[in-house]
């Protein structure tokens, strides 16, 4: 079965969408954790986006190790931030900015100008959480880790999912993100979706390649002028 998370950045709140409901166990500690979002790179109406990074060791010493998941290939970089070392039991790390972080110890990827998911794991058998917040200036989103192991936040084929809320305005922009975390290619058809009668404004499909992370604007994307304010993005996975 395909694991598949999704972010929404809407005017600088993050907004989840996962098929079933959230549960407080998908964002308890474990041995893997996921954040589904992020950056450092320019904004297009100034400043740069960061994400800081925290990171708590729960119940035991142990090494910390991150993954960056930045573009739609079977690629990503891997750094242990913990190279000195383990972290303590019951001690809280944090990263004022994550990827400048890992570029300084990853020194032959440029991290800058990337956005993606992050998969924050100890290869211990021990547990840790993470919070991440992406800020710029006195802008900002946070967004809590989700449970890597949780098998209720899949996408299998055929198994619809939707992201409400979606805008495309003077004002307002929604911009989605979208990473396959299994070791083989999915196809998604996507459905800007009308206010009324079920029906669709457009769509389109994407392939994500196995490990691969895209972002877009859906409207763009399914060819959606400027003028809506009351849509919602329909996700079908159609195959792999």
């Not at 474990?30 to 925290?54: D, R």
Request: aromatic share 16%; glycine share 8%.
């Amino acid at each position: 079965m395909k694991k598949f998370f999704v972010h929404v950045l809407l005017c600088f709140a993050l907004v989840l969408a996962f098929s079933p409901a959230v549960y407080a166990d998908q964002l308890a500690a474990a041995q893997w954790v996921v954040i589904p979002e992020a950056l450092w790179a320019a904004a297009s109406g100034g400043g740069t986006w960061v994400t800081q990074l925290q990171i708590h060791a729960n119940n035991a010493d142990m090494p910390i190790h991150v993954q960056f998941f930045y573009q739609n290939s079977n690629s990503f970089r891997t750094v242990t931030l913990t190279s000195t070392g383990y972290a303590s039991t019951h001690h809280t790390y944090r990263y004022s900015n994550i990827l400048q972080s890992m570029g300084a110890i990853d020194t032959a990827f440029d991290y800058y100008g990337k956005v993606g998911t992050l998969l924050v794991f100890t290869s211990t058998g021990n547990t840790l959480w993470a919070q991440a917040t992406t800020v710029n200036g006195s802008y900002g989103k946070t967004m809590p880790s989700w449970v890597w192991e949780n098998t209720e936040n899949t996408a299998a084929v055929g198994r619809y999912m939707a992201i409400p809320g979606t805008q495309y305005t003077a004002s307002m922009r929604t911009g989605c993100g979208f990473w396959n975390s299994s070791s083989a290619a999915i196809t998604v058809t996507f459905y800007v979706m009308s206010p009324t009668d079920y029906g669709y404004l457009g769509s389109f499909s994407k392939t994500i390649q196995a490990n691969g992370f895209i972002s877009f604007n859906p409207f763009t994307e399914a060819s959606v002028p400027t003028g809506y304010s009351n849509t919602w993005l329909l996700i079908w996975p159609t195959a792999g």
